[in-house]
């Protein structure tokens, strides 16, 4: 009893300090000062501020409300304010001893000054319920603005299906660090994922493989029919979770590689007519969709209209990598196809500038596409390989075959956001105590790795401004469980952030080790899983290295 009664005493007495300041990715101008204001659910929200961000700033302040089991009412704790010469992902946020003011222009700026408070209180705020600290925030000016304009992350449901609740908390996770766009990788040779109405069998047959492999090695496979798909209406769903969260999703139809499940699907779309089975293994698959095939321009079309019907986004993904197996022994089908051939004649294709007529033959297909996209007001992007041919202007490229091909795409007046293998590559290992981690594709990406992350490096000054962004990619081959493909992402995802956001000399691998506690601490009241080997711990069992 005495013990009870003395540890109440010592926690009523303690005069509790505001937490330290630990906000990823790190603000871009912070002037901290002495003293801590105590934040209470009394919010003034000016008349000109967007009816969008009123939505959010509700829903903050009854959070607000919960964690102090106070009512939200109007006050003067809090204020709100439109500011339009800021710029749409900026904030101004201001702590001292008469409250806490905030002004932004557009609705991602209110997002990301409620969500750097969030960072600076204690890390139950991220729960339900009440917090057992008072919400004490330190005094501070901040003026913030990204680095970056696109700040990505990339899912594939493909090689394993993750449900549209795993979805939401991918997306949520994303928001904390302020992350504005999700590329989507919803089509594959393991699995089609989204629902096409004008073509029942991509999802009817094409969302389902027979079997999957299971280790590294090319003939294990487990027999077991897996697979699944989003409805448009869930789709929908998820587009607009997201941009309550702030973030755009871009949907990637990859062509006209990576297409074996459209094809096992409609077999006609191949140059051999098949028939073709849902791929069950990983790797570049053969067979692609038949250039020559007038059928195949006409079904994509078709596709992408549904596409762009679903997700609004400016920019839409053809994906174009990895169309070609190269291999010396057996051509690809569309050195042999007579349609493709007669394409090649028709077209005119001869080789230049060391591009083959393959690839200039996979430029034509691209071409078609962005032209259709740009008629139907939207951006086209790709992979790097869309770069090895003829490409038109207007089109993006994401780099992932390293940063070469944003540098290249960037000298030449193109757009680029950089995902290089080596910096960006998600599915890769953590740590290096691979006995103890779970089985993945291979590589090593530590989170000091990530962080080191220059993504503007070997690209010339005046072109570095086509470099939009920086996005991570995270394939799954040998990820099938939420909690293995959280495991990848965290904290790796708060080291790219840093990468998106922050001014170059605002990076700093101490300061930003030391906010890891915290990212911690949020991961475990919002139930994540994350990894641990920067604790010392290893792989889903979190056992200490011998
Ligand atoms: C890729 O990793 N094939 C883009
Ligand atoms: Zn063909």
């Known amino acids: 009893m005495a013990a009870i009664s003395l540890s109440v005493m010592a926690v009523s007495c303690t005069k509790a300090g505001p937490e330290p300041f630990t906000v990823v990715p790190q603000p871009n101008e912070v002037v901290l000062s002495e003293g801590a204001f105590r934040l209470a659910p009394a919010f003034t929200v000016k008349e000109d501020v967007p009816e969008k961000a009123k939505e959010a700033i509700a829903a903050f302040q009854a ?3 919960e964690a102090t089991g106070k009512n939200a009412v109007e006050g003067p704790a809090v204020t709100f304010s439109y500011d339009p010469s800021l710029s749409s992902e900026q904030y101004v946020l201001d702590v001292d001893g008469s409250g806490v003011r905030v002004s932004a222009s557009a609705y991602n700026g209110y997002l990301y000054a409620m969500q750097t408070i969030r960072q600076m209180l204690p890390a139950e705020i991220y729960a339900q319920g009440k917090v057992s600290k008072p919400l004490l925030l330190q005094y501070v000016h901040i003026n ?4 970056f304009a696109y700040r990505g992350m990339h899912a594939d449901p493909c090689r394993h299906f993750f449900d549209v609740n ?3 908390r991918y997306l949520d996770i994303m928001a904390v660090y302020k992350l504005n766009t999700f ?6 040779d393991q699995g089609w994922r989204i629902e096409i109405k004008k073509y029942p069998r991509l999802t009817e047959v094409g969302a389902w493989r027979n079997g999957t492999m299971i280790a590294k090695d090319w003939g294990s496979n487990d027999g077991i029919r897996y697979g699944g798909f989003y409805t448009q209406d869930q789709l929908r769903e998820i587009v607009a979770y997201a941009a309550n969260l702030g973030i755009t999703v871009i949907p990637e139809v990859d062509l006209p590689g990576h297409m074996v499940a459209a094809l096992a699907a409609y077999p006609e779309l191949g140059c051999t007519g098949g028939p073709y089975e849902v791929w069950q293994r990983w790797g570049v698959a053969r067979d692609i969709l038949c250039a020559g095939n007038p059928k ?10 549904e596409v762009m019907d679903i997700f609004p986004s400016e920019y839409i993904y ?3 990598d990895e169309c070609f197996t190269n291999d010396p022994k057996r051509p690809d089908p569309w050195e042999v196809c007579p349609k493709c051939q007669a394409k090649m004649r028709e077209l005119g294709i001869r080789p230049h500038d060391g591009f083959s007529k393959k690839q200039l033959l996979q430029a034509h297909v691209t071409a078609h596409m962005q032209k259709f996209l740009s008629d139907h007001g939207r951006k086209m992007a790709g992979w790097d390989e869309i770069l090895d041919g003829d490409l038109m202007p207007g089109a993006t490229i994401l780099s992932w075959r390293g940063p070469q091909g944003g540098v290249k795409a960037a000298s030449k007046g193109f757009d680029a956001i950089m995902c290089p293998v080596d910096y960006c590559y998600f599915d890769f290992y953590q740590s290096d105590k691979l006995d103890l981690e ?10 000091e790795k990530v962080y080191s992350h220059d993504p503007v490096k070997g690209v010339p000054a005046d072109k570095q401004k086509h470099i939009i962004g920086v996005q991570a990619n995270l394939w799954t081959e040998y990820i ?3 909690e293995h493909l959280e495991y990848m992402l965290l904290p790796r995802l708060s080291a790219l952030s840093e990468v998106q956001w922050c001014q170059p000399s605002n990076k700093d691998y101490d300061r930003f080790k030391a906010t890891l506690d915290h990212q911690a601490a949020i991961y475990d009241v919002m139930g994540y899983n994350y990894s641990k080997d920067f604790w010392g711990l290893y792989g889903l069992e979190f056992k200490p290295a011998e």
Not at 296 to 305: K, N, R
Not at 438 to 447: E, F, S, V
């Open 166 to 168: 795993e979805v939401k």
């Open 144 to 147: 913030d603005a990204p680095r």
């Open 296 to 305: 195949v321009y006409e079904f994509l079309e078709d596709v992408f209209t």
């Open 318 to 320: 053809i994906g174009g």
């Open 480 to 482: 099938s469980t939420v």
């Open 183 to 188: 590329h989507w990788h919803l089509t594959d």
């Open 63 to 65: 959070r607000i409300a």
């Open 438 to 447: 779970p089985l993945c594709i291979g590589g090593n990406l530590p989170i």
